[in-house]
């Protein structure tokens, strides 16, 4: 217990990097050293798992909702494990059938579940500014992180992907990413966007311009043809293609998505020899990225991605408990 | 509202001249003595006759009513929101003495029935005149005429079916044309739906940052430039409501140098605002068409500035709380507007030079009327007495609570504003009077 107590004081020393937010709604706001003490964090758990920084007792046994207004198995899992690990209540809310199927606002969950002595609440939701919202409605009174808010912000995400390729290169600074496909509905995307720019990345888009939002060229290079994104990168990501873009007219077919944006060996070999390929998942082989990429280990990093999930997520939940 | 003669002692007054613009009576203060809801006299150093309430207006401005050509007063399945009696409060207290009602009511008016409701609920509730739009197609469907001739024998005042465009330019050519024959006209929610899509705010740098789906300025102006060739082929009278965007003043621009019939309004809220100032998901900012870019902003005062924009009209439009408070893209759109429309456009109009205060004025009284086709009131003995007093130097902060309204979504909640309205007689009654004002009481 000694040996832990003493790791939490080390902790603490680092308190003054946290601006002492009690939320994570998005990396816009996230500073350089706020990212920096939580994909440290996260290192530190990567390598000696919950017991490296421990959940100071006082905190442990607190209870955590999951709030999944959104279908996820990835990001619920991980949260729910992270929680777990460091030794919190958690508990995953079905709500699809519970009271929200009768109508409930997400404002009158979210304070039932604070009247229920939930002291950190994570929500996912198909609308954007959720998230933001709910820290109007009840922020005061209950810890709040945002596992997704529709086209928004998926902040745990971009943390993610930043300690990844942070894996792999010393800093971001002037690292190349190129980001391919539907930027327009991807909140991973923006997520990244914001962050990586902070982190001083070079940040470059090429998807169907029908799914390039409008103005993004005001905030990273914007290509029409993906060999011209992918060239020289040191990082590319690779967002998943919704199926229900072709029934709304978005593309004209998954068939010329496939064959046009698709990343593929051919089309990795323009980036950097020792270019990483990403996908926050879940991957529609074949479909945005081929089969064969995807399993290749000199490229593919996904696996790393989604253990790396878990690490930021405890490395959130502890900071929230312990540095506000 | 109880008519109760009055003596009203040293405003000073605008009104309207012979040539239909507005201006100063005198440039010292004068009485006027209002009896049986109309101007008895007016003049200087009038004495107080008997059963005479006496108001010192000790140099407050007198006007005109004024007239809004846009608002949203509910009653009917939306009687949560507001209903004849409250939102006609919020009008008085923001000095408007005609309102015009639009037809998306629930049930809509589109038909005589509900407009016999409408006219009927108005004279038991309301204590302003309302005015009410019936809508072009059944059931704001975009489809089929209504009545239209019928309504507008019975007292729609125009047609519209506002809150949704008229897609179908077929449609539109035969509503435009035909409306003539009640020597009526059309009042254009200009928006193409499929370009607005499920925006929800502008689209611009602000739209991709909250991750929002915007709605482009092209989905106003690509309905207005076609809007105006339909005008062009079928005759008759177009009004373009709350225009938000540059391109949209310039088409309009361009239509009146055509020789075009067409007129066109804005919003305080469009004048006063843009989608930058919007605090994150805040839904009292939301409303359409939306807050657009600092361009477009500019482009309007230069459009009211040149007289493209005829004039002011508040969209007011009242929404509760509850549903104001969802997800920002399913919060309903719409703001209030009546008690801030005047402070807001006499600020950012006429303190800052762009427009004469008599231009404001105009836009706000004879011109709305004018559009309306409706006799000009003017302030002058045996006139009616519909008056908004308004003290130009006051400065205070706008709180939403006051409000009789019983919503409350309002953009401007602790806005600091300069000039207020005082007191605001309708048909010789007072609807309205400051209870900060230094306006002083005494029955002789």
């Known amino acids: 217990m000694s040996s832990s107590e003493s790791l939490v004081a080390t902790e603490v020393l680092q308190e003054s990097i946290w601006s002492g937010r009690r939320h994570l709604i998005d990396t816009k706001d996230l500073t350089v050293d706020e990212a920096h003490h939580l994909i440290d964090l996260a290192g530190r758990y990567a390598q000696g798992g919950a017991a490296a920084v421990p959940l100071p007792a006082v905190h442990r046994g607190r209870a955590m909702a999951n709030v999944f207004y959104e279908n996820s ?3 619920r899992s991980s949260f729910e494990i992270a929680g777990k690990m460091l030794g919190l209540n958690v508990v995953n809310l079905d709500v699809s059938s519970s009271s929200v199927a009768k109508g409930e606002s997400f404002e009158d969950t979210g304070r039932s579940l604070v009247a229920m002595g939930f002291e950190v609440i994570v929500q ?5 500014g959720t998230a933001h919202q709910l820290v109007g409605m009840i922020g005061d009174k209950v810890r709040i992180v945002n596992a997704g808010d529709g086209a928004n912000e998926h902040p745990t995400q971009a943390l993610l992907d930043a300690m990844t390729m942070l894996q792999f290169k010393k800093s971001l600074e002037g690292v190349k990413v190129a980001i391919i496909g539907d930027v327009t509905h991807s909140r991973v995307a923006r997520s990244n966007l914001w962050l990586l720019k902070r982190l001083g990345a070079d940040v470059h ?15 990273a290079n914007v290509h029409l043809r993906i060999e011209d994104a992918i060239k020289d990168a040191d990082f590319v990501m690779v967002l998943r293609i919704n199926h229900e873009r072709q029934q709304s007219g978005l593309i004209p077919s998954i068939y010329e998505y496939s064959q046009i944006f698709r990343v593929d060996h051919a089309r990795i070999a323009l980036a950097k020899p020792d270019v990483k390929v990403m996908h926050p998942g879940p991957m529609n082989r074949d479909v945005e990225i081929t089969n064969a990429l995807a399993n290749d280990p000199q490229y593919s990093v996904v696996e790393r991605q989604v253990a790396n999930g878990y690490f930021i997520r405890m490395a959130v939940l502890y900071t929230l408990f312990v540095h506000t | 509202m109880e008519s109760k003669n009055l003596l009203l002692k040293n405003g ?17 203060p004068l009485d006027l003595r209002i009896q049986d809801g109309l101007i008895a006299e007016v003049g200087q150093d009038l004495k107080p006759g008997r059963d005479e309430d006496l108001l010192d207006l000790q140099g407050l401005t007198v006007l005109p009513g004024f007239t809004d050509l846009h608002a949203h007063l509910r009653d009917f399945d939306q009687s949560d929101l507001d209903d004849f009696s409250t939102s006609t409060k919020a009008a008085a207290s923001g000095g ?3 309102v015009v009602n639009m037809a998306n009511t629930i049930p809509p008016r589109d038909n005589l029935n509900s407009l016999m409701d409408t006219l009927e609920r108005i004279r038991k509730s309301a204590c302003v005149s309302v005015l009410p739009v019936a809508a072009v197609t059944k059931g704001l469907n975009g489809a ?3 009545n239209m001739i019928e309504l507008a024998n019975a ?13 179908n330019m077929a449609v539109l050519r035969r509503a435009l044309s035909y409306v003539l024959q009640a020597d009526s006209f059309i009042i254009s929610h200009s928006e193409d739906s499929h370009l607005s899509g499920g925006g929800c705010m502008n689209e611009s740098p602000a739209s991709l940052c909250f991750g929002l789906a915007g709605i482009p300025a092209a989905s106003e102006a690509v309905a207005v430039a076609r809007e105006i060739e339909v005008l062009r082929l079928a005759g008759g009278r177009l009004h373009f409501t709350h ?22 309004d804005v919003t305080p809220h469009h004048l006063a605002l843009r989608d930058e100032d919007m605090p994150p998901y805040d839904s009292n900012f939301k409303m359409n068409p939306p807050l657009r870019s600092n361009d477009d902003q500019q482009a309007l005062y230069a459009g009211v500035m040149d007289g493209t924009i005829d004039a002011i009209a508040t969209d007011h439009s009242p929404h509760t709380a509850y549903q104001k408070s969802k997800e920002f893209e399913h919060a309903p759109v719409g703001v209030m507007g009546f008690e801030t429309a005047f402070p807001l456009v006499y600020e950012i109009l006429v303190l800052t030079k762009r427009i004469s205060f008599e231009q404001l004025v105009a836009m706000m009284t004879i011109i709305p009327v004018k559009i309306l086709k409706r006799p000009v009131v003017t302030i002058a003995q045996g006139q009616i007495a519909n008056l908004t007093i308004v003290d130009l130097d006051k400065q205070w902060t706008f709180d939403v609570r006051r409000s009789p309204s019983k919503s409350q979504n309002t953009p401007f909640h602790g806005r600091k504003l300069i000039s207020k309205v005082a007191l605001t007689l309708y048909k010789g009654g007072i609807v309205f009077q400051d209870t900060d004002s230094k306006l002083l009481v005494s029955s002789i």
């Open chain 2, 144 to 146: 089929e005429l209504t």
């Open chain 2, 96 to 98: 408007f003495t005609t």
């Open chain 1, 73 to 75: 198995t990835r990001t």
């Open chain 2, 12 to 28: 000073i007054v605008y009104s309207a001249n012979e040539s239909g613009l507005i201006s100063k009576l005198s440039d010292k």
């Open chain 1, 124 to 128: 996912r939701h198909s609308s954007s």
């Open chain 2, 243 to 264: 225009i938000s965007t540059a391109a949209a003043v310039a088409l309009i621009r361009n239509a009146k140098a055509d020789g075009l019939s067409v007129t066109a």
């Open chain 2, 155 to 167: 007292g729609a005042v125009a047609f519209s079916d506002d809150g949704k465009p008229i897609m």
């Open chain 1, 205 to 219: 888009f090429c998807g169907p311009n029908t799914l390039m939002p409008s103005y993004l060229n005001k905030f």
